[in-house]
């Protein structure tokens, strides 16, 4: 990712964006920060704030005439926050927290033609950077600004901010000269000074027209700028704004700088950046605090100062337990994956943040700009794989999980078994290898019911396609695996005679449509919503027709897959499937394209398991009712939470339902079992094949034990193999305190450890570890080799993989 495409990722997050009001104001300042410290007593940092910030600080906060309460999103819930009114005090109750730096003078000079308040602005900043300035004026210095804002000699403070500033300026070494200001005071000031300033409003007959000078830069010709310009009603009345007079001589002072200096005057001035986006849903109007007095006291300071709203973006990551967890936001978060690629190589110290998001979209269609952290960290994986810099161990298990459900044990294509040999079926069934894991029983009886509704049709029959549809691989980031995957199923696809695919599985709807767009995939809940009562009830013997299964409350919250919020005949189907059954829906707070992940896509289930519970937990908490998903995952994942939660299948078979909404999924290791399962069932079903079952397993596990070894990626499998590789290899030795065998084996890139007790004819499992890497002196193939010639595995398919 070069640095042009990370600016304009970075440019659609607002989080860094000011404020309104910050924005509004000609001089950048903090208004946020100064309320934080107004609101809790700070009144001298928050006098810090306003010196460091503003020209004239004093003058200023008598007179500014606040643009910045003029977009204040506290204006329509109760009003603006009254920050003239906290600023003067603020000026009022502390004394001066700082002192202009001392500082070599420079040798350019700059002169000032009118002590208006733009003059004298722009006298201070400049000063401020070491320039001599010399201020040129009729009458006293402070007489135009008197002339123009009479409220600066008015009684009632106990201050006298025109005499302080004035006071400063002198300190700051501005030095006041009494002189005629004229067109020849213009000429000669423009020839015996490097940079030269005329205040318009304190100086009009030495101004030219405001349209005669640019109005980025305020230059005029030359070394000459003009500002201070009175604003104009669209009646024509001239009025003078404080703010914008001051805010322009700021802006001058800054040309005149950048003129002497030789610099751009253009570049960098403004920042390229969009508004800041703050979400007001919800926020309860709350009225001014107005003040007893001329001013607010510093109690009432207080009070009035608590009502900002801190205004910030976040919105994305108020709604996502991944974004908070690593305490930023995702420009940040941008930055982090490009400093990841590009400067810290070798370190890889944003891996985690990286490998932490779910891919789900869910930030793209909250995020007023569309900021998608689905396609920055899938960018990312796909180059740290394509250089070798990713590490095999965070998404190794899932990849293994989807070759096993594409592999011989569980994958399966066939025909429709009622249509002629050779006759290619019109549809195929694709209900993806989640929900084969889950509800294989299910699956074959949603299977029977399809090839029975559509056994008449003018284009009759229905086959099915067991496999993973490597979704696995792209959100690992290994593009080539991904391709290499959907060109399998696209070669199974071609010799199913190119069906028609309806897909159970929104993750593999999506690969499908991309993958193999000339097989018009749709959902199965489309084509069951589609199909007409008298063909949906005319299905499989002893089919029930749908209904809503005993121990189903009448009131479910749905929950939407993320990977079909963009699909709205996915989502309609569903909710009208629902209704058909009987059970009323309501919707959470986010769904349809905003619904939130359940913790499983993107692989973080895999890569950070405690990232993908708390995912879990979160989207369970936001359904106020038990849930129905027509995800399988989405069901698992919230039901191991301890969420209920029910599958669309349970509306269609409630007879094959039970208590499933209450019921946590399968395990990992039952997963692929089931897998298994399924394809031998539907193999005697529809071919009248009996599939060899694997062999009854030697060692013996707790659930518990279990349990805790899946939580580590340790499959029963593993097990099995394990303590046969070390039984068959002798890498083994015993524990001399307990009695038990410790042994290790490397089928592949990863150790296995186990710890067991032989009993019997088998043996008894205490615990297990693996380690996804080559661990030199450990199990490895010479003892596969061992293994296969003496048949000890339990699986033999499994002994040749190892």
Not at 699 to 706: G, Q
Request: hydrophobic content about 40%.
């Amino acid at each position: 990712m070069d640095q042009k495409r990370l600016h304009e990722i970075e440019a659609r997050c607002t989080q860094e964006s000011p404020p309104r009001c910050r924005a509004a104001c000609p001089f950048d300042l903090d208004v946020r920060a100064f309320m934080t410290h107004m609101a809790a007593g700070r009144v001298s940092e928050a006098r810090k704030l306003l010196e460091r910030h503003l020209p004239l600080p004093g003058v200023l906060a008598r007179l500014c005439d606040h643009p910045c309460e003029e977009v204040c999103l506290r204006r329509d819930l109760g009003g603006s926050v009254a920050m003239h009114g906290l600023e003067l005090s603020c000026m009022l109750t502390a004394g001066q927290q700082s002192r202009p730096l001392p500082l070599p003078p420079k040798k350019k000079r700059m002169a000032v033609a009118g002590a208006g308040l733009t003059g004298l602005a722009a006298a201070w900043d400049l000063s401020r950077k070491g320039y001599p300035v010399t201020v040129f004026h009729t009458d006293a210095p402070e007489s135009a600004l008197l002339a123009a804002y009479p409220v600066l000699a008015s009684a009632g403070l106990d201050k006298d901010f025109l005499a302080e500033d004035m006071a400063l300026l002198t300190r700051q070494k501005v030095r006041f000269e009494l002189a005629t200001l004229d067109a020849a005071l213009a000429t000669r000031l423009a020839e015996e000074f490097d940079g030269v300033l005329l205040d318009a409003d304190a100086a009009p007959d030495l101004a030219p027209a405001q349209t005669d000078v640019d109005a980025e830069t305020l230059l005029w010709r030359d070394n000459l700028c003009c500002a201070g310009w009175k604003n104009r009603t669209p009646t024509g009345h001239a009025y003078a704004s404080p703010a914008t007079q001051a805010g322009q001589g700021r802006r001058a002072a800054q040309t005149l700088d950048r003129l002497v200096s030789g610099v751009s005057l253009t570049a960098a001035r403004e920042k390229a950046q969009g508004p800041l986006h703050t979400d007001i849903t919800g926020i309860a109007p709350n009225p001014r605090r107005e003040p007893a007095g001329l001013t607010h006291t510093p109690e009432e300071a207080a009070q009035e100062a608590a009502r900002c709203l801190q205004c910030q973006c976040l919105i994305c990551v108020k709604e996502c337990v991944y974004l908070q967890k690593y305490k930023g936001y995702p420009r940040v978060y941008a930055r982090q994956a490009h400093n990841n690629a590009s400067i810290v190589k070798g370190l890889h110290t944003a891996n985690a943040m990286i490998n932490g998001c779910a891919l789900c979209g869910q930030c793209e269609e909250l995020c007023p700009e569309n900021f998608s952290m689905a396609e920055l960290c899938l960018a990312a994986r796909e180059d740290m794989v394509e250089r070798g810099f990713m590490p095999p161990t965070a998404h190794e298990f899932a990849l293994e999980d989807m070759e096993n459900a594409s592999g011989p044990e569980c994958a399966l294509t066939l025909p429709d078994p009622s249509l002629p040999q050779g006759v290619a079926p019109a549809w195929a069934f694709f209900p993806g290898c989640q929900l084969t894991a889950s509800r294989g029983e299910q699956v074959a009886a949603l299977y029977a019911r399809l090839r029975e509704a559509f056994a008449h049709d003018p284009t009759p029959g229905v086959g099915i396609m067991l496999a993973c549809c490597g979704i696995p691989a792209r959100w690992a980031g290994r593009a080539k695996r991904f391709q290499e995957h959907t060109a399998a199923l696209r070669a199974a696809w071609e010799g199913l005679g190119k069906p028609r695919i309806m897909a159970a599985c929104s993750s593999c709807l999506t690969v499908l449509r991309e993958a193999l767009p000339e097989a018009r995939a749709v959902s199965v809940w489309e084509v069951l919503d589609g199909l007409s009562e008298n063909a949906w009830a005319a299905t499989a013997p002893g089919a029930t027709g749908g209904g809503r299964p005993a121990g189903m409350p009448a009131v479910l919250s749905v929950q939407d897959p993320c990977t079909a919020r963009h699909d709205p005949a996915w989502l309609a189907a569903v909710r009208s499937l629902a209704r058909k059954a009987g059970v009323t829906l309501e919707e959470p707070r986010l769904s349809g394209p905003t619904t939130a992940c359940c913790g499983y896509g993107g692989l973080v289930w895999c890569a950070q398991p405690d990232t993908a519970e708390a995912m879990s937990a979160h989207r369970a908490a936001e359904l106020p009712h038990p849930g129905l998903a027509s995800c399988i995952m989405c069901r698992d994942r919230l039901a191991a939470s301890g969420k209920e939660c029910w599958h669309l299948l349970d509306l269609l078979f409630p007879a094959l339902a039970g208590a499933a909404g209450q019921e946590r999924g399968p395990g990992l290791s039952a997963r692929r079992a089931n897998r298994a399962a399924l394809r031998r069932r539907l193999l005697h079903e529809c071919l009248g094949e009996e599939a060899a079952r694997p062999p009854e397993g030697k060692v013996r596990v707790t659930p518990e034990l279990l349990a805790r070894l899946e939580a580590r990626h340790i499959l029963l499998e593993d097990v099995e193999a394990a303590v046969a590789g070390a039984e068959a290899s002798g890498h083994r030795f015993k524990n001399l305190e307990n009695g038990h065998w410790l042994g290790s084996w490397r089928p592949r890139q990863v150790t296995f450890w186990v710890e067991y007790t032989p009993e019997g004819a088998g043996f008894v499992l205490h615990d297990a570890w693996c380690h996804r890497m080559v661990v030199p002196g450990s199990g490895g193939q010479e003892a596969a080799e061992v293994i296969n010639r003496h048949q000890c595995c339990t699986d033999g398919s499994r002994g040749e993989q190892s």
